[in-house]
């Protein structure tokens, strides 16, 4: 066995698999990190240091965005590659590997929050929702994050989640349906309610002053 290490830590990496079989799609464009993943899937242990090196930073900040402690973040990245891993045989390069890998980020966040109940808090910069900062000091500033990053704590899962993929990682509403298993309009309302749900957060805070 060897292991791969991920921010201080190590994921045993089993040798000598045999080779996956032929997988649905096998015809349709691949990009790259889809190739990558069929190799992980074929024995590679190359190609799976290669996602792991490439996706562990956006994986850690979208833990981050969740939980709000940078130790945690990292355990639940390092097992989601864990748990990529484990799938390599079932993987079928039916979607964009970001779509497949962040369904699997998400699972792996709502088994840890129900096993631990924490309370996630997020770190996104508030700038990013389109709030209005012009003109306000740093003190002002810190206060209005404090209420933004509240906001997003008190939001449903759901919600949450869909804004984060929407801003963070950037990903289309499309996309966000696949990883939340959920349809497009769905999503679309969880993330319009988000964003009342914010706007709502930093107008009360403009009325309060």
Request: proline residues 4%.
């Amino acid at each position: 066995m060897r292991f791969i290490k991920l921010k201080g830590q190590k994921m045993q990496v089993a040798e000598n698999i045999a080779p996956a079989r032929p997988r649905a799609g096998d015809n349709l464009p691949k990009e790259e990190d889809v190739l990558l993943m069929i190799k992980v899937a074929e024995g590679s242990e190359h190609a799976l240091r290669m996602l792991i090196e490439k996706w562990k930073n956006p994986l850690v900040n979208y833990f981050y965005r969740s939980t709000g402690d940078l130790h945690e973040s990292e355990d639940l990245a390092q097992q989601t590659f864990i748990n990529l891993y484990r799938a390599r045989q079932s993987y079928e390069p039916l979607a964009k590997f970001s779509t497949y890998l962040f369904r699997i980020a998400r699972n792996v966040f709502i088994n840890e929050r129900r096993k631990r109940a924490c309370r996630p808090s997020e770190a996104m910069n508030p700038s990013e929702m389109e709030a209005p900062f012009d003109g306000r000091s740093e003190l002002a500033r810190s206060e209005l994050e404090e209420v933004f990053y509240d906001a997003l704590r008190r939001m449903p899962e759901n919600q949450r989640t869909a804004i984060l993929l929407l801003k963070q990682q950037e990903l289309s509403y499309d996309e966000i349906a696949e990883i939340m298993d959920a349809k497009v309009a769905a999503v679309k309302t969880w993330i319009f309610r988000a964003r009342q749900i914010l706007r709502e957060a930093l107008e009360n805070n403009f009325t309060e002053k």
